[in-house]
């Protein structure tokens, strides 16, 4: 099993920048990727960033190319998402997930560990 604890939402205004921290515990030697999904109100929850956990391949939606990065603390067993020059269509709960066995990394099912979530609220 593995838990994962989310930190660092919070409001901002458009332009700001916030950092998001997601602490794994447990068998984490199990998790081969580990993603940032977000989810706003009436709709579905999809894939912002993603990272494999060895090797370190990153994947970022269209949507935040260019303004956000995902990185990892190994030592800390600590996943990151810096997020600049955020806009209000990027307002959501944001939630942390690893996955043992992940081939697909846009598609949440593909990941067997979530955290509580963390909310973002970005105004204008």
């Known amino acids: 099993q593995v838990q994962l604890v989310e930190s660092g939402g919070g409001s901002v205004q458009a332009g700001g920048s916030l950092r998001l921290s997601c602490a794994a515990s447990?068998?984490?030697?199990?998790?081969?990727?580990m993603a940032w999904f977000r989810q706003a109100p009436g709709r579905e929850r999809e894939a912002v960033a993603s990272?494999?956990?060895?090797?370190?391949?990153?994947y970022y939606a269209d949507s935040v190319k260019g303004r956000f990065t995902a990185s990892q603390d190994s030592a800390k067993n600590t996943l990151y998402l810096q997020m600049n020059s955020l806009k209000p269509e990027d307002t959501a709960m944001y939630f942390c997930a690893a996955g043992r066995y992940v081939a697909d990394r846009l598609r949440p099912s593909e990941y067997d560990y979530w955290g509580q979530g963390t909310q973002v609220t970005v105004s204008s």
């Open positions: 990272i494999y956990t060895t090797g370190g391949e990153t």
């Open positions: 447990g068998y984490t030697r199990s998790v081969n990727s």
